[in-house]
C-alpha cells in the first residue's frame, strides 16, 4: 500500500490541475448555453487570476539526514521529487501583491552514515499553504517574487527501517495532520526556489541524538508555468 501514495498523490494533482484549468472554458461553454450573469461580474476580473503547475526537486535536512555537514552536492544527490499546483489573485498598480493558494506535494527520505545499520525513514508530505507575495521593487518586473505562509500539512504514510523499541527518541508515527511554514522566492513564474519548515519535529520520527526536538527542513525547486486568466 505505501508504494502506492505516490502514484495516488500524482493523480490528484493531475485532477487538481486540470479541473482549474478547464474552469474558465467550462464557464464560457454555459454563458453560450444561455446563462445568465450579472453585468458587473461580466465585465469585472475573475476571482481567479492565475494558476500555476510546477515540478521539481525537494532535499529533507533533519535528524536522519545523509548531509548532515550541509554539503551542497549532496543535497543535490539526495533529492528527491516534487509537485505542485496553484492558483493566485494579484493587485496593485503593477500587480506587485499577491495572494495564493498551494498545494505541494514532496517525497523525502533520509539515512544514518557511518552505521553498521543505517536507520531510514521515507514520508510523503502534502502541503496545503496559503501565502502572500510581493514583487521587489526597482528592479525588473517579475524577477524576484518573494512569499511567505504556511498552512495545513499532511503526513501520509511514513515508513521506518531499523529504529530502535527501546529508545524514546524514536516514535514511529503514522500517517496524521500537523502544520508547516513556507518561505521562498519565485522568478519570471518560471522558477519557485523555497523552504518548508514543519511545526512538528518529527517528521522523520526522531528527536535528535540528544533528545531536543529541532525542526526539519525541506528545501525546494520546481520549475514553474503560470496560466495567466487575464489575458
Do not use: C
Not at 196 to 213: A, E, L, Q
Amino acid at each position: 500500500m505505501p508504494t502506492r501514495i505516490p502514484y495516488v498523490i500524482t493523480f490528484v494533482f493531475l485532477f487538481v490541475a486540470g479541473s482549474l484549468l478547464f474552469a474558465p472554458a467550462q464557464a464560457q461553454g454555459l454563458q453560450g448555453l444561455g446563462v445568465e450573469e450579472d453585468e458587473e461580474e461580466a465585465s469585472g476580473s475573475p476571482f481567479i487570476h492565475g494558476v500555476k503547475i510546477g515540478f521539481g526537486i525537494n532535499t529533507y535536512q533533519g535528524d536522519l539526514s545523509r548531509n548532515p555537514n550541509n554539503n551542497v552536492l549532496k543535497y543535490a544527490t539526495s533529492a528527491n521529487p516534487s509537485a505542485m499546483v496553484g492558483v493566485d489573485w494579484r493587485f496593485g498598480e503593477f500587480e506587485q501583491y499577491g495572494l495564493n493558494t498551494t498545494l505541494q506535494y514532496n517525497r523525502v527520505a533520509g539515512k544514518t552514515t557511518g552505521q553498521n545499520v543505517p536507520l531510514e525513514f521515507t514520508n510523503n508530505l502534502l502541503a496545503l499553504d496559503f501565502t502572500a507575495d510581493y514583487d521587489l521593487p526597482y528592479i525588473q518586473q517579475g524577477l524576484f517574487r518573494v512569499f511567505l505562509g504556511g498552512g495545513p500539512l499532511f503526513v501520509i504514510e511514513p515508513t521506518y527501517e531499523n529504529f530502535p523499541t527501546d529508545d524514546d527518541r524514536f516514535d514511529e508515527l503514522g500517517s496524521r495532520v500537523t502544520g508547516s511554514f513556507v518561505a521562498g522566492v519565485s522568478m519570471f513564474d518560471t522558477f519557485r526556489i523555497g523552504v518548508r519548515v514543519p511545526t512538528s519535529g518529527m517528521i522523520d520520527g526522531h528527536t535528535g541524538i540528544d533528545g531536543v526536538k529541532r525542526p526539519d527542513y525541506v528545501g525546494f525547486i520546481d520549475i514553474t508555468y503560470r496560466f495567466d486568466l487575464l489575458r
